[in-house]
C-alpha cells in the first residue's frame, strides 16, 4: 500500500515466545496502530480535505495545486528515518505525533470560520503531514521490531485492514453520518466540518491515551552515535541503490505504472461532487464519501486479494502487462459518466457507485502488480528493506505533479475532455508493465535475498569499475529527476491563482533551478561517456545500459524543464 515505508533499521531484538515484546501482545496494538496512520493520511490525501475544500466552494484546481503537493512529506520519509533511532523510543514519536496531530486537527476546526482559512489551513495540513509520516515510520518500526518474523506475517491482513478502516472512517462514514446530521439539524457546511475535524482529533488522542499504556517501545538494533553517522550511512545505502543492473528500466516502471491513475486520484471525487453545471454529477460530499470510502474500499480490497491470487497463480512476470491493464482499461468507467453528465442525463446512485467500484476493484487488483515488482526486483539486496523504501518514496513522488496537475487539467478542459486524457495518459502505464525488466526472473526461487548478481563480492574488476562509474551518473540524473518533482512542482503550484506580472519571483526560480538541472546534466553525460569508454576498451556491457538510461532521463528531464519554462513565463507575464 502507498502508505508503508518500512523504517531504515531492520533488526529485531530477540521477540518473547509469544511473539510480543514483555506482556503487549501485538493482537492488542496493531489494529489500533495502524488505524492512526491510516486517519491522518486519509484526511490529508484520500478525500476529506478535498471535500471539505470542495463543499466550501473552492475550485478544483486550487484544491489539488495545494494537497498535492502537500503529498512530497510521505515521499521524504526515508530522508529522516534513521534520526529518529538517535533519540527516545519508537513508542515516544508515535505518541507525540498522534497529540500532535490531535492539535493540529483541531487547529483546523478553529481556522474554518476565519478570513484567510485556505492558506492557513493548508499549512497546518503540511504540518500535519510531515507529523503523519513521521509516525508511520516509527509505527512501522515497532512493528517490525517488537515481533518475529511469524507473528509480522500472521498480522499482516490486520495491519492492512486497519489502516483501511482508517480511510473509512476519516472519509466515508464519519462525513457521511455529518452531512445526515447537517440536513436534519440544519447544520452549515462550515460548522459540519469543525465537527468533522473534531471528532478525528478526538480519536486520535484517544488512541495516544490507549498506546501509551498498551505500546510497546520497539527497539533499536544499534543507536547512531551521531548525526555524522546517521548520513554515512543512509548515503552508503542509498548510493548503492543505483547500482542495480536494469536499473533505469525498473525507475521508468515506478514513473509510470500509476501515471493514469494520479490524474484520476483526486480529480475523480471532486467530479463527482463538483455541480451538474459544471460538467460533474453533483453528488453531496457525504454520498462521495459512502462511494468512495464504503463502496469503493470494499472493492479496491476484493481487487487486492484477487490480484495476489492471480500473481500467485501465474508469476509476476508472466501476469504484470495483464495487472497493467486491469489498473488502466477501468479508468474507462470515468469517461462514461463524464459524457453522462455531459449530456444533461440524470444518474441515480446506484449506477454511479457500480461505475466506481468497477474503477476501484481494477485498481486494488493492479496496484498488487507495483508494490510486488518493487520487492522481488529492485529491492533486494543488502539494503533491501532501504531500498524497498526508496522505490514507494519515488512511487508517491510522481503522484505529486500527476494530482497537482488534475485540477488545472480539468477546469481548463472540462470533465468529459479530461477523463479521455487520463485514458491516453494510461497508455504509457500499460507500455511500462508490458516491458518492465525482471533481472531476477526466479522470482525467488535460487536467488539469494542479501547477495544478488549485483553484490560487489559477485562482480569482476572490470565490472565493479563499471558498476560505480554508471551508478554516479545515475545518482546525478536522479537528482535532476527529483528537482523536477519537488521543486519545479512546488515554485509551479505557487504560481496558481496570481495574475499576470506578478510571478517574476517564481519564474526566477525555476531559471534558478534550470541552471541547476543543466550542471546535474553535464555531469551525467560526462560519467555516462567515460562509462562508454571504458566498456569499448575492456568489451564489458553488464551495465551500459545504466549509462544509457541515465542520459534518456537526462534528455526527458531537459523537455520537461523546457515546457516548465514556457508554462510558467506565460503565466508570470
Known amino acids: 500500500m502507498a502508505h508503508v515505508t518500512p523504517a531504515l533499521s531492520s ?18 496494538w496493531v489494529p489500533t496502530l495502524y488505524l492512526a496512520m491510516g486517519i491522518p ?25 495545494a494537497l498535492g503537493s502537500i503529498g512530497v512529506a510521505w515521499s521524504l520519509k526515508p530522508l529522516w528515518a534513521a534520526f529518529l533511532d538517535m533519540y527516545r523510543t519508537k513508542k515516544f514519536f508515535v505518541i507525540a505525533m498522534e497529540l500532535l496531530l490531535t492539535v493540529l486537527l483541531v487547529a483546523v476546526a478553529l481556522s474554518l470560520p476565519t478570513d484567510g482559512f485556505f492558506q492557513t489551513s493548508i499549512a497546518i495540513l503540511w504540518v ?12 512501522d518500526g515497532i512493528y517490525l521490531t517488537a515481533m518475529d518474523k511469524a507473528s509480522q506475517a500472521r498480522l499482516a491482513g490486520v495491519q492492512s485492514t486497519f489502516w483501511v478502516l482508517g480511510k473509512v472512517l476519516a472519509t466515508g462514514a464519519l462525513i457521511w453520518s455529518m452531512d445526515k446530521m447537517r440536513i436534519a439539524f440544519e447544520w452549515s457546511d462550515t460548522f459540519m466540518w469543525q465537527a468533522v475535524m473534531v471528532v478525528c482529533a478526538v480519536v486520535m488522542a484517544l488512541l495516544a491515551l490507549y498506546h501509551f499504556f498498551l505500546l510497546p517501545s520497539g527497539s533499536v538494533s544499534e543507536r547512531p552515535e551521531n548525526a555524522r553517522q546517521v548520513v554515512h550511512d543512509f ?45 460533474g454529477l453533483g453528488l453531496s460530499a457525504g454520498e462521495v464519501s459512502s462511494i468512495d470510502a464504503i463502496w469503493g474500499t470494499g472493492f479496491t480490497i476484493l481487487g487486492g486479494l484477487l490480484g495476489g491470487w492471480f500473481v500467485a497463480q501465474r508469476g509476476l512476470w508472466r501476469s504484470l502487462w495483464i495487472l497493467g491493464l486491469c489498473l488502466n482499461v477501468p479508468h474507462f468507467t470515468f469517461v462514461i459518466l463524464s459524457q453522462l453528465a455531459v449530456g444533461g442525463h440524470s ?5 454511479i457507485a457500480i461505475l466506481v467500484s468497477i474503477e476501484k476493484f481494477g485498481y486494488g487488483f493492479g496496484f498488487v502488480g507495483n508494490m510486488i515488482y518493487m520487492m522481488q526486483q529492485l529491492a533486494p539486496g543488502r539494503s533491501t528493506m532501504t531500498h524497498y523504501a526508496f522505490a514507494t518514496a519515488l512511487m508517491n513522488l510522481m503522484l505529486v505533479p500527476t494530482n497537482m496537475i488534475s485540477g488545472p487539467l480539468a477546469e481548463a478542459l472540462g470533465f468529459s475532455t479530461f477523463f479521455f486524457l487520463v485514458m491516453f495518459a494510461s497508455i504509457p502505464s500499460a507500455w511500462a508493465a508490458f516491458k518492465a525488466p525482471f533481472p531476477y526472473k526466479t522470482e525467488g526461487n535460487g536467488v539469494d535475498a542479501h547477495i544478488t548478481p549485483d553484490d560487489p563480492t559477485r562482480l569482476t574488476p572490470v565490472e565493479r569499475a563499471a558498476q560505480l562509474l554508471t551508478g554516479r551518473a545515475s545518482m546525478y540524473a536522479m537528482l535532476n529527476i527529483l528537482t523536477l518533482l519537488i521543486v519545479d512542482a512546488k515554485i509551479l503550484g505557487s504560481l496558481q491563482g496570481l495574475s499576470a506580472g506578478e510571478g517574476k519571483l517564481q519564474f526566477g526560480l525555476l531559471l534558478c533551478t534550470a541552471g541547476l538541472k543543466g550542471f546535474l546534466s553535464v555531469k551525467t553525460f560526462r560519467l555516462a561517456a567515460q562509462n562508454a569508454a571504458e566498456a569499448r576498451r575492456t568489451g564489458d556491457t553488464v551495465y551500459s545500459g545504466n549509462a544509457r538510461g541515465a542520459k534518456i532521463a537526462t534528455l526527458v528531464c531537459a523537455a520537461l524543464t523546457l515546457g516548465v519554462l514556457a508554462f510558467a513565463a506565460k503565466m508570470a507575464f
Open 235 to 279: 548515503l552508503g545505502t542509498a548510493v548503492s541503490f543505483f547500482h542495480k543492473r536494469m536499473f533505469w528500466g525498473m525507475i521508468a516502471f515506478v514513473f509510470l505504472y500509476r501515471l493514469g491513475e494520479g490524474l484520476i486520484l483526486m480529480e475523480g471525487q471532486l467530479f463527482l461532487q463538483s455541480s451538474v453545471e459544471k460538467g
Open 128 to 139: 500535519a503531514a510531515f507529523a503523519s509520516s513521521t509516525q508511520d515510520i516509527c509505527g
Open 41 to 65: 493520511f486519509n484526511i490529508v490525501m484520500s478525500g476529506t480535505a478535498a471535500r471539505m475544500y470542495k463543499s466550501l466552494g473552492y475550485g478544483d484546481a486550487q484544491i489539488t495545486v
Open 347 to 351: 444518474l441515480d446512485y446506484s449506477t
Open 11 to 28: 533488526s529485531a531484538p530477540r521477540p518473547s515466545p509469544g511473539g510480543a515484546i514483555g506482556f503487549k501482545h501485538p493482537a492488542i
